[in-house]
């Protein structure tokens, strides 16, 4: 894979939102539907220097030697989604996410944790949506182009990261601007603790200090190695 960028390189991976479903409500209109998300997917990502170097069923994987063309990408590729015709399925919803670091390339491509991080980014958006790391935003921020915006998500915690990531929304004419709460652990624990209702006349109760105190009361056990539970994903 000689033709792959090296150094600091921005990835873009993208796949659609809901794609077994689709194909079991609509076999005979997915065929064509899906051809037609391959070729804008294709073209937005080769007009603009990029090289896919990984197709996973519907998902894209893309490396770009520069930041700025790898939005560009995806900007185009949401507007092109978003216009389309799409029959009898109603929409084709893409998410789609962006992520800058240098990597390690292999005689069978790159590795590495740039390649997990992205593929968490991915996983935290919706369809229609664009995500971008914080690695990524430095880079395009100031050469955005006229019209087109990112909107601060604020940090998250991502599935088997221990480091957190800012993310950012690419915001653009002809494409979807908003979207329900990210699919992060930031935003399950805020949900957890949001139900946790007061009621009227209810002094305020410190969960936490229970449960350290529930805990420390416990006798030691020994953990047991079990199989995890698997987990969907690229990598």
Excluded at 209 to 233: D, H, N, V, Y
Aim: hydrophobic fraction near 40%; charged fraction near 25%; include cysteine.
């Amino acid at each position: 894979m000689s033709d792959l960028p090296t150094g600091l390189v921005t990835f873009l991976f993208t796949d659609i939102e809901g794609s077994t479903r689709l194909w079991e409500r609509y076999p005979e209109a997915m065929p064509a539907a899906l051809e037609r998300h391959d070729s804008i997917m294709s073209k937005s990502i080769g007009d603009h220097a990029g090289v896919v170097f990984r197709t996973v069923g519907d998902a894209f994987c893309a490396a770009f030697s520069a930041a700025l063309p790898a939005v560009c990408a995806a900007l185009e590729a949401q507007r092109a989604l978003h216009a389309g015709p799409w029959g009898a399925i109603g929409a084709m919803r893409v998410r789609m996410a962006l992520h800058s670091s240098q990597v390690d390339l292999r005689d069978d491509g790159y590795v590495g944790p740039p390649l997990n991080r992205v593929a968490r980014l991915l996983a935290a958006g919706h369809g229609g949506q664009t995500l971008l790391s914080l690695a990524t935003t430095e880079l395009v921020r100031d050469y955005l182009p006229d019209g087109v915006t990112l909107r601060d998500l604020g940090e998250h915690q991502l599935r088997d990261l221990s480091q957190p990531e800012h993310i950012f929304q690419l915001v653009g004419d002809g494409m979807l601007r908003d979207f329900p709460p990210l699919k992060t652990l930031t935003n399950q624990t805020e949900a957890h603790i949001s139900r946790q209702h007061k009621l009227p006349g209810m002094p305020e109760i410190d969960f936490d200090a229970i449960l350290k105190k529930t805990q420390a009361s416990q006798p030691k056990k020994r953990k047991c190695k079990g199989k995890g539970t698997p987990e969907g994903g690229l990598f």
